[in-house]
């Protein structure tokens, strides 16, 4: 007997292989399916290049949702949901919020196999799985006033993705579904504004269940790779660019889709420059990047962000500290009333933390994680990832990452 999961792959690829009609598909997204598959036979590429997010889920037979919320300060958020999974809906479904990690998108829960990919999983499992877009990424590029091509649509770092971007989220969230609180799972700086939110409003400890930090960042003092040789100029270039009216880096658009088209898919002969590329920057892993899912993942990531955003975790290596976005003396005057900026407090985090880390991971190091558990007040458990090399990307991307890492965290949740 083939299992529901495994017939519903079955089902999408040879929908998408041309063996089978679109007859369930909602019009619009068969006739963009149709065009994908006999591009990608023309290219030898994936078929979700081109496809967002919400088309992504639905061509494996998932339902979804957008939604859209307004923050106090006028960004306007897109939030995708996975009202249920394959068994139907049911009445009682607890919520899981999925927040995604720096320069990513409500797109890296889901690149891998349903059987993998921690939305679906989730799904599967039983949640009501929300996955909001921080402002400026691909999904959140609007507000009631501002223009992305205004460099005053991008004066915000993750502090105001912790005041405004998740806090507005999680309301809406409980308000949509009648749910008193939620399960909150971040990955990388997922986690970093989340740990900041609580700090500055502690009251939202009694809406999260329990929080599953999967490469957890909150100190970045053993970090490797790029970003730490450009973290003693982060803020000398943060205001030339700023000067030269350019307020966004790494946005998704058609040049990166073009990159992962012709040079990342698995059959090119320049694939290793992309898997080698990834390592650089997330830390050395030889046997589980999803070869096949790479043209897609790279087709949405990077998915954009500010310059200050970016620069902020620079900062965080430069200072050592847990703390507020620096504008130097008169800038934090302008902003904080003080000349240095304020420290977060980790000791404000009282909800139940779950902290998931690999031993090769070169922006969550055992070390700086170790850092974080002894600060924070409740961490219920610290799991290190059973295998020795096991990166900051692998989280989502790996080809077990149901085994290495989904199964713990719908373990861990399922205690509370």
Same mark, same amino acid.
């Given at each position: 007997?083939?299992?529901?999961?495994?017939?519903?792959?079955?089902?999408?690829?040879?929908?998408?292989?041309?063996?089978?009609?679109?007859?369930?598909?909602?019009?619009?997204?068969?006739?963009?399916?149709?065009?994908?598959r006999a591009m990608a036979q023309q290219r030898s590429t994936h078929w979700g290049v081109n496809l +967002?997010?919400?088309? $992504?889920?639905?061509?494996?037979?998932?339902?979804? =949702?957008?939604?859209?919320?307004?923050?106090?300060?006028?960004?306007?958020?897109? %939030?995708?949901?996975?009202?249920?999974?394959?068994?139907?809906?049911?009445?009682?479904?607890?919520?899981?919020?999925?927040?995604?990690?720096?320069?990513?998108?409500?797109?890296?829960?889901?690149? #891998?196999?349903?059987? =993998?990919?921690?939305?679906?999983?989730?799904?599967?499992?039983?949640? /009501?799985?929300?996955?909001? #877009?921080?402002?400026?990424?691909?999904?959140?590029?609007?507000?009631?006033? %501002?223009?992305?091509?205004?460099?005053? *649509?991008?004066? *915000?770092?993750?502090?105001?993705?912790?005041?405004? /971007?998740? !806090?507005? &989220?999680?309301?809406?969230?409980?308000?949509?579904?009648?749910?008193? /609180?939620?399960?909150?799972?971040?990955? &990388?700086?997922?986690?970093?504004?989340?740990?900041?939110?609580?700090?500055?409003?502690?009251?939202?400890?009694?809406?999260?269940?329990?929080?599953?930090?999967?490469?957890?960042?909150?100190?970045?003092?053993?970090?490797?790779? !790029?970003? $730490?040789?450009?973290?003693?100029?982060?803020?000398?270039?943060?205001?030339?660019?700023?000067? %030269?009216?350019?307020?966004?880096?790494?946005?998704?658009?058609?040049?990166?889709?073009?990159?992962?088209?012709?040079?990342?898919?698995?059959?090119? +002969?320049?694939?290793?420059?992309?898997?080698? *590329?990834?390592?650089?920057?997330?830390?050395?892993?030889?046997?589980? %990047?999803?070869?096949?899912?790479?043209?897609?993942?790279?087709?949405?990531?990077?998915?954009?962000?500010?310059?200050?955003?970016? #620069?902020?975790?620079?900062?965080?290596?430069?200072?050592?500290? *847990?703390?507020?976005?620096?504008?130097?003396?008169?800038?934090?005057? #302008?902003?904080?009333?003080?000349?240095?900026?304020?420290?977060?407090?980790?000791?404000?985090?009282?909800? !139940?933390?779950?902290?998931?880390?690999?031993?090769?991971?070169?922006?969550?190091?055992?070390?700086?994680?170790?850092?974080?558990?002894?600060?924070?007040?409740?961490?219920?458990?610290?799991?290190?990832?059973?295998?020795?090399?096991?990166?900051?990307?692998?989280?989502?991307?790996?080809?077990?990452?149901?085994?290495?890492?989904?199964?713990?965290?719908?373990n861990f949740l399922s205690q509370f």
């Open positions: 007997m083939i299992g529901s999961a495994a017939m519903r792959v079955v089902v999408v690829v040879a929908v998408l292989a041309g063996s089978l009609a679109l007859d369930h598909v909602p019009a619009a997204l068969a006739n963009k399916l149709l065009h994908e +967002t997010t919400t088309e $992504i889920i639905e061509a494996f037979g998932y339902p979804t =949702e957008i939604h859209h919320v307004t923050t106090p300060d006028g960004y306007i958020l897109e %939030l995708h949901r996975i009202p249920h999974g394959m068994g139907g809906p049911s009445a009682d479904r607890p919520v899981a919020l999925l927040q995604h990690c720096l320069l990513c998108s409500s797109s890296d829960y889901i690149m #891998n196999t349903p059987e =993998e990919a921690l939305a679906y999983v989730l799904a599967d499992a039983g949640y /009501d799985v929300w996955m909001p #877009n921080f402002r400026g990424n691909t999904y959140s590029r609007a507000h009631v006033e %501002l223009d992305p091509e205004n460099i005053g *649509f991008w004066k *915000f770092s993750w502090d105001e993705m912790a005041k405004y /971007d998740v !806090p507005t &989220s999680i309301d809406y969230i409980l308000a949509t579904t009648g749910r008193e /609180d939620l399960y909150y799972v971040g990955w &990388s700086m997922g986690t970093t504004v989340f740990f900041a939110m609580m700090s500055e409003k502690p009251e939202y400890n009694s809406k999260v269940r329990a929080m599953a930090g999967l490469a957890p960042v909150a100190y970045l003092d053993y970090a490797q790779g !790029p970003l $730490i040789e450009l973290a003693p100029i982060a803020d000398d270039l943060d205001t030339i660019l700023t000067l %030269l009216g350019v307020g966004e880096l790494l946005p998704s658009g058609e040049y990166m889709d073009y990159l992962a088209e012709n040079f990342c898919d698995s059959n090119a +002969t320049t694939a290793e420059i992309c898997h080698n *590329f990834i390592f650089l920057i997330a830390g050395p892993d030889s046997e589980e %990047l999803n070869e096949e899912f790479l043209p897609v993942i790279l087709a949405h990531t990077p998915a954009g962000s500010s310059v200050h955003t970016i #620069n902020h975790y620079a900062q965080t290596i430069s200072s050592g500290l *847990f703390q507020k976005y620096d504008y130097g003396k008169i800038g934090n005057m #302008n902003h904080y009333g003080q000349a240095t900026p304020p420290p977060y407090n980790l000791s404000e985090v009282t909800a !139940p933390v779950g902290l998931f880390w690999g031993q090769t991971d070169w922006l969550a190091t055992p070390e700086d994680v170790a850092h974080l558990a002894a600060e924070l007040p409740n961490v219920a458990l610290n799991y290190r990832i059973d295998k020795d090399q096991f990166n900051h990307l692998d989280f989502g991307w790996c080809i077990h990452t149901y085994y290495y890492v989904n199964s713990h965290v719908l």
